[in-house]
Structures are given as structure tokens and as C-alpha cells.
């Protein structure tokens, strides 16, 4: 912290020398540098000026403090603005910075899972409809009897398979139900009958 307060103190007149603007010019001397961590820059503000942050991270300032920083250091850094000063508030936003992603993969987590549930019950819905098209003599009961038993045996399949079992996966399987009713001529209800008979749910 301490070389760090000594490399803000030795860079701040040249980079007040490079701007204009009463705005920036208290942004400038309000903030204090917290920490370089992963060639991030953290520079805080006190809690009472935080409406000035707008200012450092216009990207001249930006610039101009990344610039400086990273000559000093000899490495790149990526300037980050938070409010407070101290080392820990830098360690308060760092756990917010860690809840949010956590959220931010469970969100994601579940949006794929119920993509790949749909992506599912997408392909077996298309898949009825294919079989459906190559069935021969429609009209025959026969053949439909023998459609609908290889229907429900694919329809199960998929939904001893099924991952989740949310309200859309549970409207995907249903959608595919009222298809497999609709192109065998045998109401919803026992078709459901008979899938969940053989997914051994029943």
C-alpha cells in the first residue's frame, strides 16, 4: 500500500498537468490507491465523493492513470474504481464480485439445462412427426396401433432421460403427449397413461 500511495503521489501532478475540469481535478485528489491484484489497479474513492467516479473512469483519465501506474510497476494494470479506500472495502466488492458470478453460474447453468431439456423434447416432437409421415395406410387401425406403441416407447425414452422437471420441461413432454394423441387418435389423457406406464412412473 505503501509504494503504491508513493507512485499516486510522484504520478499525480503529471497527470493533472494532461486534464482540465474542476470535476476531474477533485476526482484525482479525493482518490487513493488500494491495491494491484491479477494487474487490476484499484483505486477507491471515499464514500461521500463516489459521484465522482464518472470522472476517473472517463477513458482519458483511464488511460492516463493505467499508463502511469504501468510504467512505475513494469507491468500492465487495469484501473478499477470502487467506493471506500480502505483495504477493506476492496475485500467487500471482491465478495460481491464473487456472489454475483456464483448467481451469474446458476443462472447460466439453468438456462442451459432447460435448453438442452427443449433442444430434447424439440427432437422427439420432429421425431413423431417424421414417423408419423412414413407410416403407411394412415387409415388402418392396425397401423396406427403399431405407430403408437413405437411412439410411446420414444417418448418414454426421452422422459426417463429428462434432466429437469421444471414447468417448461413438464409443457415440452406435454406438447409432445397431445402430438402422439393427435396423430393416433387416442385421447391425451391415455397416451399420458400409457408413456408414464412406461417411463415407470406409473
Not at 18 to 27: D, K, L
Amino acid at each position: 500500500m505503501a509504494d503504491l500511495a508513493e507512485i499516486w503521489k510522484e504520478v499525480l501532478p503529471g497527470i493533472r498537468q494532461e486534464v482540465t475540469g474542476v470535476g476531474v481535478w477533485a476526482a484525482l485528489n479525493a482518490c487513493k490507491p488500494i491495491a494491484v491484484e491479477d494487474g487490476v489497479l484499484v483505486m477507491g474513492l471515499p464514500h461521500g465523493d463516489t459521484e465522482l467516479s464518472g470522472h476517473l473512469r472517463m477513458p482519458q483519465i483511464k488511460r492516463l492513470v493505467e499508463s502511469a501506474f504501468s510504467e512505475r510497476l513494469g507491468s500492465p494494470v487495469a484501473l478499477r474504481v470502487i467506493e471506500g479506500v480502505g483495504q477493506s472495502d476492496w475485500e467487500t466488492v471482491k465478495r460481491r464480485d464473487s456472489e454475483a458470478r456464483r448467481l451469474q453460474d446458476i443462472a447460466l447453468n439453468k438456462m442451459r439445462a432447460e435448453l438442452a431439456a427443449k433442444s430434447n423434447w424439440e427432437h422427439v416432437y420432429e421425431q413423431l412427426g417424421r414417423r408419423y409421415a412414413a407410416m403407411s395406410n394412415k387409415s388402418l387401425p392396425q397401423n396406427r396401433a403399431r405407430f403408437f406403441e413405437e411412439a410411446v416407447a420414444l417418448v418414454a425414452e426421452a422422459r426417463q432421460n429428462q434432466a429437469t422437471y421444471d414447468e417448461l420441461a413438464e409443457r415440452n413432454f406435454a406438447r409432445c403427449i397431445e402430438r402422439l394423441s393427435q396423430y393416433s387418435e387416442v385421447p391425451s389423457t391415455l397416451v399420458a397413461i400409457q408413456v408414464l406406464k412406461a417411463a415407470g412412473e406409473l
